[in-house]
């Protein structure tokens, strides 16, 4: 059997998306045979014709299952939005050489906390 037929039929046979993160932290999904990035929930891979499958990942999706949680803490009268030295949830991280003020949520300049 010729190899690109060959190629053909075994993607025909459908291959696992694999997950990935780009630079700014979106979850991509690429086909695992040419490395292309795919539309989610395709089932076909528009690049190479690989035939996908996205079991693996409804699985992981739903595991992963994005929840809301509230806490409810205290801060003092004169904290405003995003003055993580004030923030009781803040920690002291080294930063090249310096000391700063972290975020846990990583909201450092996206703070979304709400005051009552
Ligand atoms: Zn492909």
Redo the contacts with the bound molecule.
Sequence with gaps: MQNDIRAELI?QFPAEVVEIMDAVGTTCY???????V?ALKNDK??????V?SWSYIRQSEAAKGMRTATLKFEVASDFVQGDCRKCPLSYIAKENNESVYQCPLKMRTNCKLEIF
């Design positions: 993607k690429i086909c695992p045979t040419c490395k292309r795919v891979c528009e690049s190479c014709g690989q996908l």
